[in-house]
């Protein structure tokens, strides 16, 4: 395989702000660029942080509704409802299990662009000259759900298809079972990380499995995805 030197860069991992190691990598006796930020839309930064891939994806997202709502402007609600279905969801969705954010701050800045969302579904734009219509109305009238809830849900139904083999993922990557036996909850339990940094607590596996240990023997043991999707927008509501 050959590889295009030019677009190859090397990226050091580390929480390091001061002193940082510096190793000069060579390819076919080229040196080759040191980067703090992947440019891949899916990939983080040298810290693993996704500040500035929710920062695009946001963006991304904003001009994708500020060109629909100018394309379709004269549509019914039913046909911007399935657009943005189709075509707005997506770009918040894809991969969100591994970079659902934690921070107060890109929770919100998804969250603004549902509300966006809303008004160009329900066809009010925001007009300083007359009364606000709350977007938490519009919101809760579409049956929409927070996008941080949907990110919980896509993390856990993830969980689940590791659990039961849904996905390829390698044997050595799946955690260990709960050793001691319980009385409670359900036996697909697994041991918890002991995370300090958090790069690691709030990664996919750290974050996730407390939620899913907490899960009811009803919702964990499904026996297909259908019916635990089923069981857990359920137990959600309690």
């Not at 000069?24 to 839309?41: A, G, K, V």
């Not at 993830?158 to 955690?175: S, W």
Request: with cysteine.
């Amino acid at each position: 395989m050959m590889f295009n030197i030019k677009k190859c860069n090397i990226i050091s991992i580390t929480n390091a702000t001061k002193n940082k190691i510096h190793h000069q990598y060579t390819m076919d006796n080229e040196p080759l660029n040191s980067i703090d930020t992947c440019l891949s839309r899916s990939d983080g930064n040298s810290r693993l942080r996704w500040n500035q891939h929710i920062n695009q994806i946001s963006a991304a997202t904003n001009r994708m509704l500020g060109f629909l709502r100018r394309t379709l402007y004269r549509c019914p609600q039913h046909l911007k409802e399935k657009t943005r279905k189709a075509i707005v969801c997506p770009k918040l969705e894809y991969c969100s299990s591994i970079w659902d954010p934690y921070q107060q701050k890109y929770i919100d800045k998804l969250e603004i662009t549902q509300r966006r969302a809303s008004r160009f579904v329900k066809n009010i734009p925001f007009r300083r000259s007359k009364p606000p219509v709350p977007v938490s109305a519009m919101v809760s009238d579409l049956g929409w759900e927070p996008l941080q809830t949907h990110g919980l849900h896509n993390r856990l139904t993830m969980m689940y298809k590791i659990t039961n083999g849904l996905v390829e993922v390698a044997q050595e990557y799946h955690r260990a079972p709960c050793l001691q036996n319980t009385t409670r909850g359900h036996t697909m339990q697994f041991q918890r990380f002991q995370p300090v940094v958090d790069a690691f607590k709030y990664a996919f596996l750290p974050r996730t499995i407390p939620t899913w240990n907490a899960f009811p023997q009803l919702v964990a043991e499904a026996d297909s995805l259908d019916t635990f999707k089923q069981h857990l927008s359920r137990h959600q509501q309690f």
